[in-house]
């Protein structure tokens, strides 16, 4: 019997040395990307104008990089507060540890050189090398067109300055390791002429991470074949529970008997001051989705990844969009 605690002993001090050496290797051996590249981008008036319209209304970086007023309906920006970070994503909302958004201000990010923002943006990885979690959709941004990318740190770069310090994130173990292999090198492509109105509408819906919000996912993973088939669960701080729309092209439970110009409406009834200010109860149906800054989309990009959202694979998954479990 001694013998045998003996064996055990050692092999489960093994187990901790290698467990440790595993740790180490991760640590020091990723992420696996590029340094930040050499570049100085040129902040001119085309390259603003673009890169606002990307970060407001198509990526939406201003949505989850600013704070957002929950007692309205679809929790618009509070005005000031652009770009401030900040936001919180912990596991109440079933995060795998808590996460803040960055400050993209200039006082958050003005000393960091416009390689160091490239990288960020389409690789996940920070000035110091340190991985983001992928709550910002980078994966998805590194394979968008390299001038759209251009264009948000040109726009990044004329934000007001918002003095507010951000907490640092904490993951949990072992996604505090699994992290670190998430990021990998941007494989650009140019963006679709919008002449090809579903190849163009799919870059639209690509840089939107569309997919995300709208496919079940275990452990971060997306479930493989529920792509935007809608039920993943979002839940309020106050405990209401919102699931995604089937936005696939199911003739039942999607978006199958839409017509164009239906899909557009339902963006476009909240382009205007008054959607940015309808209240919402604790209780009452709220959404995260950022109509108010969607709704700012034109007409041609709404029409195209309608186009396109027509041409993906149906699933039947009716949605119970919202339930009150959890609300004492």
């Known amino acids: 019997m001694k013998k045998l605690l003996r ?19 991760l640590k020091n051996a990723f992420p ?3 340094p930040s590249p050499e570049m100085k981008v040129e902040v001119t008036p085309e390259r603003v104008q673009r890169g606002k319209y990307l970060a407001n209304h198509i990526m939406i970086c201003i949505d989850c990089h600013s704070t957002r007023d929950w007692s309205k309906f679809s929790g618009p920006v509070v005005p000031g507060t652009e770009g401030k970070g900040g936001e919180l994503f912990d596991e109440n909302m079933g995060f795998p540890g808590t996460f803040y958004s960055r400050n993209i201000t200039p006082y958050g990010i003005g000393k960091w050189t416009d390689g160091e923002i490239f990288r960020a943006v389409t690789t996940g990885v920070s000035k110091s090398g340190e991985p983001f979690f992928p709550v910002m959709p980078y994966p998805y941004y590194g394979k968008l067109d390299k001038e759209d990318i251009i264009s948000i740190i040109a726009y990044l770069r004329t934000l007001t300055p918002v003095n507010n310090d951000v907490q640092e994130s904490s993951p949990k173990f072992p996604m505090s390791l699994i992290l670190r292999t ?22 639209l819906t690509s840089s939107a991470a569309c997919i995300e919000c709208h496919t079940q996912a275990d452990k971060g993973k997306l479930l493989e074949g529920l792509e935007f088939a809608g039920g993943r669960e979002f839940q309020f701080p106050t405990g209401e529970v919102l699931r995604s729309a089937n936005i696939s092209p199911d003739i039942e439970t999607g978006i199958e008997k839409w017509t164009k110009e239906e899909f557009v409406a339902k963006f476009k009834q909240y382009d205007n001051p008054e959607s940015h200010n309808i209240p919402v109860k604790p209780g009452e149906f709220n959404t995260i989705m950022p109509w108010t800054m969607y709704a700012g989309m034109t007409l041609e990009d709404l029409s195209a990844i309608y186009a396109y959202l027509r041409t993906v694979k149906p699933v039947s998954n009716k949605v119970e969009k919202f339930s009150l479990q959890g609300v004492k």
């Open 7 to 25: 064996v055990l002993g050692i092999l489960a001090l093994f187990l901790v040395i290698a467990g440790a050496g595993f740790s180490i290797y």
């Open 32 to 34: 696996k990307v590029d």
């Open 182 to 203: 998430i990021p990998e090198n941007p494989q650009f492509i140019k963006r679709p002429d919008k002449s090809d109105i579903v190849a163009y509408g799919k870059y």
